[in-house]
């Protein structure tokens, strides 16, 4: 089956570290998912990469572990390595992030992204081993775990990066670790995506594929959603 969303805005990048927009957003939370996801109901963010964490008793350290076992859409293991260079990627200042401040609770991230400090080994991540991620915040922070379920804290694969620089988010070169894999993308036509068989959840995803559909306006897209060709619009 296909579930047929409409779309007002054109994606311009499906780059978590560098999209802005909801749309875009929506789009790469179907194909790659953080420690940490929003939760449907809008409480507490909920377990996603990571299936479960301890908070320190004084509520500056965080450890995430990551679900045994799972992938990136292209097999590789999903380790806690990748969290680590995605996120120094995003507060790298050459990467230009527009919302790197969102890192900024964790020890010395907002130090190094403005160059004031130049060793990431002394940002709060480290990897207790390729399964095991610990974060240390500046100070304590209830809020923290909001922050965790954003979107600039989603993971991207090193490797298909280095191999592809900005190319990496092509259909023939994307690489997530969501629930679905990106199958097409015809800008300002349509994007596709489709069910990944080896997402660690793919029993409980419901539908074989997502056809998010562009509309330049909202009354072509109630006309389309009327006449049945879109199954969820934003304007219905």
Do not use: C
């Not at 779309?7 to 957003?25: H, S």
């Not at 401040?101 to 400090?117: D, I, K, M, P, T």
């Not at 092509?170 to 036509?189: E, I, Y």
């Not at 997402?199 to 419901?206: L, R």
């Amino acid at each position: 089956s296909v579930l047929r969303i409409s779309q007002r805005n054109e994606p311009g990048v499906l780059d978590p570290a560098l999209a802005t927009l909801p749309d875009e957003f929506f789009i790469i939370r179907a194909l790659s998912e953080g420690l940490v996801s929003p939760s449907p109901d809008g409480g507490a963010p909920v377990a996603a990469a990571a299936e479960s964490w301890e908070v320190s008793d004084d509520g500056l350290i965080y450890t995430f572990h990551l679900r045994a076992g799972a992938t990136w859409s292209n097999g590789e293991p999903l380790i806690t390595s990748d969290f680590i260079t995605s996120y120094r990627r995003v507060l790298d200042p050459a990467t230009a992030a527009p919302k790197a401040n969102l890192f900024f609770l964790v020890r010395n991230a907002e130090s190094f992204y403005r160059g004031e400090l130049t060793d990431f080994n002394e940002v709060g991540f480290t990897a207790l081993d390729p399964n095991t991620l610990r974060i240390t915040l500046a100070h304590p922070a209830p809020q923290f775990l909001a922050y965790v379920a954003s979107g600039p804290w989603i993971p991207v694969n090193p490797r298909a990066i280095a191999r592809h620089g900005t190319g990496w988010t092509k259909p023939a070169n994307f690489v997530g670790n969501g629930p679905f894999t990106l199958v097409d993308w015809k800008p300002h036509q349509h994007i596709t995506v489709r069910r990944r068989s080896d997402y660690w959840d793919a029993a409980n995803v419901k539908v074989g594929a997502i056809r998010f559909q562009a509309f330049d306006n909202g009354d072509a897209e109630e006309r389309a959603f009327r006449a049945g060709q879109i199954d969820i619009t934003m304007s219905v």
